[in-house]
C-alpha cells in the first residue's frame, strides 16, 4: 500500500505562521490597465456626450419659451386683460434679444415701463441664437387668449446644428418643430 501524498496546508490561526499574507490593494499593472481602459472609453463617449447636450440645450429653451407663453396666455385670460411676453434684461422695457430672460408683462406695451407690472420671469436663454418676426414686436395676447397679429415663429439655434422651431399661432397655441431652421 502505498502512503497517501502529503500536502502541506496554510492554517489561520496557528503559532507557526503558514498563512498566507492578504492582498492589499492593486499592483500597478492592474491599476495601468483599468486607468487605459477608462481613457478609452471616456474618449469614446465625450463626442456623442457633446450632440447630447446640444440638444438639452434646444430642448430646454424650448420649455423656457413654451413655459412662459402658456403663463401669459392662461394670465390673460384669468385676469381678462393683455399680457405681453418679451426679452428684457431688467425686467420691463423689452429689448430685441430673444436669448435674454423673459417677462411676462401686464397692460399694454405702448405704456411707460413704470406704468407696467412686471408678473413673471424666466431665465437666460441657453442656445446661440433665437429670432422671432423681422420687426421685434413682442408677444401679447389678448383677453380672449389669442396672439392676433402676434403670431410667428420663434428659430432657435444651437450649437452642433441643432435647433428647432417654435410656432405661435393667431389663436395663441403654441406647437413645436424639432427639425433645425434653415436660418441657423
Not at 477608462?38 to 447636450?53: H, K, N, Q, R, S
Not at 423689452?94 to 415701463?113: F, K, R, V
Request: charged share 20%; with cysteine.
Amino acid at each position: 500500500m502505498r502512503p497517501d501524498r502529503i500536502t502541506e496546508t496554510y492554517h489561520t490561526g496557528t503559532p507557526n505562521r503558514l498563512a498566507k499574507p492578504r492582498q492589499a490593494g492593486l499592483t500597478l499593472l492592474e491599476l495601468c490597465v483599468v486607468m487605459g481602459i477608462l481613457t478609452f472609453v471616456i474618449a469614446w463617449a465625450v463626442p456623442g456626450l457633446d450632440g447630447v447636450m446640444a440638444r438639452n440645450e434646444v430642448a430646454t429653451d424650448v420649455m423656457r419659451l413654451k413655459d412662459a407663453l402658456a403663463t401669459a396666455r392662461n394670465t390673460a385670460i384669468a385676469r381678462r386683460t393683455v399680457i405681453t411676453v418679451c426679452p428684457s434684461q431688467e425686467g420691463r422695457r423689452c429689448i430685441g434679444d430673444w436669448t435674454a430672460p423673459l417677462s411676462i408683462l401686464q397692460n399694454e406695451i405702448d405704456q411707460p415701463p413704470n406704468q407696467r407690472t412686471l408678473l413673471g420671469r424666466r431665465g437666460e436663454g441657453q442656445v446661440a441664437a433665437i429670432t422671432y418676426r423681422l420687426d421685434h414686436r413682442p408677444v401679447r395676447y389678448q383677453p380672449t387668449g389669442r396672439a392676433t397679429g402676434h403670431n410667428g415663429t420663434f428659430r432657435l439655434c444651437g450649437r452642433r446644428g441643432e435647433g428647432a422651431s417654435v410656432i405661435v399661432s393667431n389663436f395663441g397655441r403654441v406647437r413645436v418643430i424639432d427639425d433645425t431652421p434653415s436660418i441657423c
